[in-house]
């Protein structure tokens, strides 16, 4: 999420005919850039609040995308097993675990010249068999004793009308404004790409939501312990 005020840069970019001043809302999403970062670790089993979820969805909306918040273990459970199956597909994939393993680094200084990629230390703790929801393999470190994952996740399906790139972009929109409205909220959240990333696996959560669209990103949604973000980039070597 790189943009939290992506309307009102739109409304109020230099030079532009329909400047404005940032609404309330800009504002508040801007300011949730600097918190804003993946947390992989357990949540608190504290439930999000009616509310939240709808701010959430509206966010997506906002951008001409979806946001389906799943209800109830019936639900979560068949996208778990899902999310399982796909997976165990990656896992299986050689040219793919490679590929992930040259985005791992075990710190910033061992990172060198390729400072892109996760550290170790922002990966999930290592899997266990109770475990509903697959995470990636950046760690082999054991999670705090009593730490479980939650036993009933919110999870959040994002998607747009269609598959092209430039849906692909209203989905990124998408995503930034829902990331960011989480994070003023005070949640923290996780990515999970698995089903979206094996097409069968999508096709069935496609079919499994009833929607005409393609989801294109999932997102767990909690309370977490304080964290830190991944090291970036400086904005001025990329723009």
């Known amino acids: 999420a790189a943009s939290a005020g992506m309307a009102g840069a739109r409304a109020a970019g230099p030079g532009s005919a329909g400047a404005r001043p940032a ?73 793919y675990q490679a590929e992930q393993a040259t985005w791992t680094h075990v710190d910033a200084a ?13 990966g999930a703790p290592r899997a266990e068999p109770q475990d509903l929801l697959p995470q990636r393999f950046f760690t082999d470190r054991q999670r705090v004793s009593g730490r479980d994952y939650e036993p009933e996740p919110l999870v959040g399906i994002l998607g747009v009308a269609g598959d092209r790139p430039a849906d692909q972009i209203l989905a990124g929109a998408g995503l930034q404004r829902v990331l960011l409205t989480a994070t003023a909220a005070g949640l923290d959240t996780s990515m999970i ?44 070597e990329v723009i």
């Not at 089903?195 to 069935?204: S, T």
């Open 23 to 95: 609404t309330y809302a800009e504002v508040e999403l801007h300011a949730a850039i600097g918190r804003r970062y993946s947390n992989r670790g357990p949540f608190w089993p504290d439930p999000v609040p009616a509310d939240v979820r709808a701010r959430l969805i509206a966010a997506a909306r906002e951008e001409s995308a979806w946001l389906d918040l799943l209800v109830g273990m019936t639900a979560i459970g068949a996208f778990a097993e899902i999310a399982r199956s796909a997976d165990k597909v990656l896992r299986r994939d050689t040219a």
């Open 110 to 122: 061992c990172a060198g010249a390729a400072r892109d990629g996760i550290p170790v230390t922002a």
């Open 193 to 236: 790409s698995q089903p979206i990333e094996v097409p069968a696996a999508r096709e069935q959560l496609r079919r499994s939501l009833g929607r005409y669209g393609w989801p294109q990103i999932v997102v767990r949604f909690g309370y977490g312990s304080p964290g830190h973000p991944a090291p970036r980039r400086d904005v001025t």
